[in-house]
Antibody, heavy 120, light 111 residues
């Protein structure tokens, strides 16, 4: 059974940083691209960033480019998202999702999400 | 970026009725191998989104056959026939033709 478990969210002050993690199990993690999607309060889903299976390619939404870093450790079946220079607009539930194959494929499994709240 | 526009924003359907959700992309998402790079997700409160339909019309394993996807190019439709109480959710389309893999703004389906 595929499982994705996010962690690392919390309350952070404006301008602060966090590192989110997503522990994966139930599939060969290193064979699939992975994606982070977020949902702000009262808002819809927003695609944030994706990483290829072997980590040689990364992609970012313009809203986070230069502030967020996506990475993965295939030996530990873990996906990471480092978020920097946080603003109120980054307050959201952050979901990690497994791509069906490469990064241009649907998101077939999602974690429960981790909440990031940016507030002073 | 490709903009995904869903309509309506919300709709109320009777139990056993039909729900039709439209999704329009600002660019063609049809690519090689005769595939449309378009997915539909169901999102219920307190749960993660669930993939219902991929490649515009391919139903995921375990998804009831009352859910169907259609369309090509820039215009797509999700149809729910014989609506059940458990289908109350927000539905999103997403293009994965290119990054960022943009979502529509969502359609809230109520009974």
């Amino acid at each position: 059974e595929v499982q994705l478990l996010e962690s690392g969210g919390g309350l952070v002050q404006p301008g602060g940083s966090l590192r989110l993690s997503c522990a994966a199990s139930g599939f060969i993690f290193g064979n699939y691209a992975m994606t982070w999607v977020r949902q702000g309060p009262g808002k819809g889903l927003e695609w944030v960033t994706a990483i290829s299976a072997n980590a040689d390619s990364t992609f970012f939404a313009d809203s986070v480019k230069g502030r967020f870093i996506i990475s993965r450790d295939n030996s530990k079946n873990t996906l990471f998202l480092q978020v920097h220079s946080l603003g109120a607009e980054d307050t959201a539930i952050y979901y990690c999702a497994k791509n069906n194959a490469g990064w241009l494929t649907p998101l077939d499994y999602w974690g429960q999400g981790t909440l990031v709240t940016v507030s002073s | 970026d490709i903009v995904m526009t869903q309509s309506p924003a919300s709709l109320s359907v009777s139990l056993g009725g039909r729900a039709t959700i439209n999704c329009k992309s600002s660019q063609d998402v049809f690519y090689s191998s005769y595939k449309n790079y378009l997915a539909w997700y169901q999102h219920k409160p307190g749960q993660p989104p669930k993939l219902l339909i991929s490649w515009a019309s391919s139903r995921e394993s375990g998804v009831p056959d009352r859910f169907s996807g259609s369309g090509s190019g820039t215009d797509f439709t999700l149809t729910i026939t014989s609506l059940q109480a458990e289908d109350v959710a927000v539905y999103y389309c997403q293009q994965y033709y290119t990054t960022p893999g943009t979502f529509g703004q969502g359609t809230k389906v109520e009974i």
